[in-house]
């Protein structure tokens, strides 16, 4: 249950708190559900070998605010467009999730062109999908998604080959 300050209970409230340390991650209402940042980060890659897409992948984890969000990425080394000699994008999956409410769950799969030493994203998205912490959320299906959007990815070369040419 959620309290108020003067210790009475506040009925439709619910409370997502870390089980090591008892700290509050997020106060919600009725509504909501919880996804845990395990299941986010284990539907994707369950998905990603599940499909056998790659055999070559890395994958980047980060946590912030003591637990409250995360974000992370895979990056396909070996699933590659070059619409220019020498110019590389990678498909690459980001996905977020957040216990205070602040970032809805979300994946994206994308291109990550490499012309430069930190990469550069494209503006558009292969798949895409965003979800508040209800109910209709769907984990697993969003994942299926990511993965499905290789394949545009794939085709999309003629059009990154245009957008080369645009200044």
């Known amino acids: 249950p959620v309290f108020d300050t003067n210790g009475n209970a506040i009925d439709g409230h619910q409370c997502v708190m870390r089980t090591d340390t008892n700290d509050v991650l997020g106060v919600h209402g009725s509504r909501y ?17 599940q499909a056998n897409l790659s055999s070559d992948w890395t994958e980047q984890v980060q946590v912030f605010e003591n637990g409250r969000k995360i974000r992370g990425h895979i990056l396909f080394n070996d699933l590659t467009v070059e619409p220019a000699v020498g110019d590389y994008t990678k498909f ?16 994206q799969a994308s291109g990550l062109r490499l012309w430069c030493l930190n990469g550069c994203t494209t503006p558009d998205a292969v798949a895409r999908s965003r979800y508040k912490h209800t109910s209709s959320i769907n984990v697993e299906g969003s994942a299926n998604k990511m993965i499905n959007g290789v394949q545009h990815f794939m085709s999309r070369k003629e059009v990154w080959q245009s957008w080369m040419q645009t200044i």
């Open 33 to 49: 559900k919880a996804v845990t940042h395990d299941d986010v980060v284990n539907s994707i890659i369950d998905g990603v070998r």
């Open 92 to 107: 690459k999956i980001d996905f977020f999730n957040s216990y205070d409410a602040s970032w809805s769950f979300s994946q």
